[in-house]
């Protein structure tokens, strides 16, 4: 069984930074990729980012420039860096993790930006 857990989501002002973590444990065998997934209230769940195991990312055209993924292959975990935040980044943001052939998902943290 396979669990992701997301930290660093919080209050912030616009323009302001925050640093999100995803921690992947369990029984894994090798981890292909991994993402952070948005949603706001009433819409639907958007990637935000991907990494692969080699390093290779992949962004929304509405983050990118403002945001950076990175990975620690050895310890199973995900970060995204957000910087220049605005009002429409808020959301609960999900981790994402492609072990094997299988996604899993963490609990997601809230992520709050105030005008």
């Known amino acids: 069984q396979v669990q992701l857990v997301e930290s660093g989501g919080a209050l912030v002002q616009a323009g302001g930074s925050l640093r999100l973590s995803c921690a992947a444990s369990g029984t894994i065998f090798s981890i292909n990729a991994m993402g952070w997934y948005r949603q706001a209230p009433g819409k639907q769940r958007d990637l935000v980012a991907t990494?692969?195991?080699?390093?290779?990312?992949t962004y929304a055209d509405s983050v990118k420039g403002r945001f950076t993924i990175s990975r620690d292959n050895a310890k199973n975990t995900v970060y995204l860096q957000m910087n220049s935040l605005k009002p429409e980044d808020t959301a609960v943001y999900y981790c994402d993790a492609l072990i094997r052939w299988e996604h899993y998902w963490g609990q997601g943290t809230q992520v709050t930006v105030s005008s």
């Open positions: 990494i692969t195991s080699g390093g290779m990312t």
